[in-house]
């Protein structure tokens, strides 16, 4: 018998996510209890643990798959991104969006097999278009500096031969009602989710295939034999394969220790507009990440919750996993900044809900993924890239686990392992300086 690993450190997220206000939720948890025998045990009910439940659930639809999370679906990271699932070359942690042409057209690739088999799983449970549109998005650009990145960019959407549209302030205007945006760059490709309602309608829809228990945090994994035992506050799961889709939280069940970088994510969301304050917000629907990675994303809704306007930037280093309410404080004003600098005609509206989204990278922006027990598989560290990046990774440590080697784990596995990091205080040194030189360079998109 494998030692037993006790996992304490528990998933902590601060904030109310606006997504999930903003959808009703009068269900009630349905929480493991006593012990369950399963052929295979999800751990992480995000984008990938539930993406690999429905890839298991086309490979194996005989196998019982039981899925656990720490808490309700969507309360978790997943539920506290910004809702862009992306085609194109993006990378959080570079200054650029490109790199190879041969690496860029691989990445493409596998992306858009991602954003199809979210797509099909929309259709499929009739999630409709408010969790998952296929609607593009627009690379925005506030300055100078910002407008001649859109324009290599759009050079090297040419070398790719890929669509794009450039758009001149007047359009930007247009589009969303400010008038700080000098330019911006149209791709068709990208998915726009509302990712509380994506994330929940994917678990609801893999009910009957798939049983999915919420507020039932793992606190021990341990091997017996060939099983592996999962235990909960009120119960347990033995199942012979297990796939961890917990991110970062992967360090706490003993993998990977020093070589991931956990980040901090921060995002607000406005009360419900009126309809005169919505008609000075530009079109029906709309998102727009920054030209500079670490500047302001925007995106308008129109659903769940009325219409609404959600402003995101700022990043942390948080080593442990969690930030407390100050920084929130602190973040919140950032916000209010930035969300008047765009629109001072609505200063008056006030921002909601204030949340904070945990991400894990690593220094060489690769998955921690593979087998790397036997029957215990990682489906871990997105880089970022959560919606799409946890998709793929989800998928292929399904078809790892039961099929072997497919084309799409290989991509994952063909990777190097994620680089360790420098020794502390070096580390945090390190990754904070280099968050503080980014957000002090895109201090004028802010």
Same mark, same amino acid.
């Given at each position: 018998?494998?030692?037993?690993?006790?996992?304490?450190?528990?998933?902590?997220?601060?904030?109310?996510?606006?997504?999930? $206000?903003?959808? /009703?939720?009068?269900?009630?948890?349905?929480?493991?209890?006593?012990?369950?025998? +399963?052929?295979?045990?999800?751990?992480?009910?995000?984008?990938?643990?539930?993406?690999?439940?429905?890839?298991?659930?086309?490979?194996?639809?005989?196998?019982? &798959?039981?899925?656990?999370?720490?808490?309700?679906?969507?309360?978790?990271?997943?539920?506290?991104?910004?809702?862009?699932?992306?085609?194109?070359?993006?990378?959080?942690?570079?200054?650029?969006?490109?790199?190879?042409?041969?690496?860029?057209?691989?990445?493409?690739?596998?992306?858009?097999?991602?954003?199809?088999?979210?797509?099909?799983?929309?259709?499929?449970?009739?999630?409709? =278009?408010?969790?998952?549109?296929?609607?593009?998005?627009?690379?925005?650009?506030?300055?100078? =500096?910002?407008?001649?990145?859109?324009?290599?960019?759009?050079?090297?959407?040419?070398?790719?031969?890929?669509?794009?549209?450039?758009?001149?302030?007047?359009?930007? =205007?247009?589009?969303?009602?400010? &008038?700080?945006?000098?330019?911006?760059?149209?791709?068709?490709?990208?998915?726009?989710?509302?990712?509380?309602?994506?994330?929940?309608?994917?678990?609801?829809?893999?009910?009957?295939?798939? /049983?999915?228990?919420?507020?039932?945090?793992?606190?021990?994994? +341990?091997?017996?034999?060939?099983?592996?035992?999962?235990?909960?506050?009120?119960?347990?799961?033995?199942?012979?394969?297990?796939?961890?889709?917990?991110?970062?939280?992967?360090?706490?069940?003993?993998?990977?220790?020093?070589?991931?970088?956990?980040?901090?994510?921060?995002?607000?969301?406005?009360?419900?507009?009126?309809?005169?304050?919505? $008609?000075?917000?530009?079109?029906?629907?709309?998102?727009?990440?920054?030209?500079?990675?670490?500047?302001?994303?925007?995106?308008?809704?129109?659903?769940?919750?009325?219409?609404?306007?959600?402003?995101?930037?700022?990043?942390?280093?948080?080593?442990?996993?969690?930030?407390?309410?100050?920084?929130?404080?602190?973040?919140?004003?950032?916000?209010?900044?930035?969300?008047?600098?765009?629109?001072?005609?609505? +200063?008056?509206?006030?921002?909601?809900?204030?949340?904070?989204?945990?991400?894990?990278?690593?220094?060489?922006?690769?998955? +921690?993924?593979?087998?790397?027990?036997?029957?215990?598989?990682?489906?871990?560290?997105?880089?970022?890239?959560?919606?799409?990046?946890?998709?793929? /990774?989800?998928?292929?440590? $399904?078809?790892?686990?039961?099929?072997?080697?497919?084309?799409?784990?290989?991509?994952?596995?063909?990777?190097?392992?994620?680089?360790?990091?420098?020794?502390?205080?070096?580390?945090?040194?390190?990754?904070? $300086?280099?968050?503080?030189?980014?957000?002090?360079?895109?201090?004028?998109?802010?």
């Amino acid at each position: 018998m494998k030692a037993l690993v006790e996992i304490a450190n528990l998933p902590v997220d601060t904030g109310i996510s606006g997504w999930g $206000a903003i959808v /009703s939720c009068e269900d009630e948890a349905l929480v493991l209890e006593e012990h369950h025998k +399963a052929d295979y045990l999800i751990i992480g009910a995000g984008f990938a643990g539930l993406s690999a439940a429905r890839r298991l659930s086309q490979l194996m639809p005989n196998a019982r &798959t039981i899925v656990l999370d720490a808490k309700r679906v969507g309360e978790g990271p997943a539920g506290r991104n910004s809702g862009f699932m992306i085609d194109l070359p993006h990378e959080l942690s570079s200054r650029d969006y490109a790199t190879t042409h041969e690496n860029d057209c691989r990445q493409i690739s596998l992306n858009r097999k991602a954003i199809d088999f979210a797509a099909e799983a929309a259709r499929e449970y009739n999630l409709g =278009k408010e969790a998952f549109n296929l609607c593009g998005k627009v690379n925005g650009g506030v300055t100078e =500096k910002a407008t001649r990145h859109n324009h290599d960019y759009a050079k090297h959407l040419d070398a790719l031969d890929e669509p794009y549209e450039l758009l001149d302030a007047v359009q930007m =205007k247009e589009l969303t009602g400010s &008038t700080l945006y000098q330019s911006g760059i149209y791709t068709p490709g990208t998915a726009m989710l509302q990712p509380v309602l994506y994330i929940k309608g994917l678990a609801e829809g893999l009910g009957n295939r798939v /049983s999915v228990f919420e507020n039932s945090p793992v606190v021990s994994l +341990a091997r017996e034999n060939t099983n592996w035992v999962a235990k909960t506050p009120a119960g347990s799961v033995t199942a012979p394969k297990v796939i961890l889709a917990t991110n970062g939280h992967i360090e706490s069940f003993g993998h990977f220790k020093r070589r991931l970088l956990h980040v901090i994510l921060y995002a607000s969301m406005t009360r419900e507009l009126t309809a005169d304050e919505a $008609a000075l917000t530009g079109q029906n629907i709309w998102g727009i990440t920054p030209s500079d990675p670490a500047a302001t994303t925007m995106r308008k809704i129109n659903g769940t919750g009325g219409i609404r306007l959600i402003t995101r930037n700022r990043v942390s280093y948080a080593p442990d996993m969690k930030v407390d309410h100050r920084m929130l404080d602190d973040v919140s004003n950032t916000h209010i900044a930035s969300f008047d600098k765009r629109y001072p005609e609505l +200063a008056h509206v006030a921002q909601e809900y204030t949340w904070a989204g945990r991400l894990c990278l690593s220094r060489n922006s690769v998955s +921690a993924f593979g087998e790397i027990e036997t029957g215990l598989f990682s489906a871990c560290c997105q880089n970022g890239l959560g919606t799409a990046r946890g998709t793929l /990774s989800g998928m292929a440590a $399904a078809e790892l686990s039961c099929e072997g080697e497919s084309d799409l784990a290989k991509a994952f596995l063909d990777e190097d392992q994620p680089k360790k990091l420098p020794p502390a205080p070096f580390d945090s040194i390190g990754a904070k $300086a280099f968050m503080r030189w980014s957000e002090y360079s895109a201090r004028n998109e802010l």
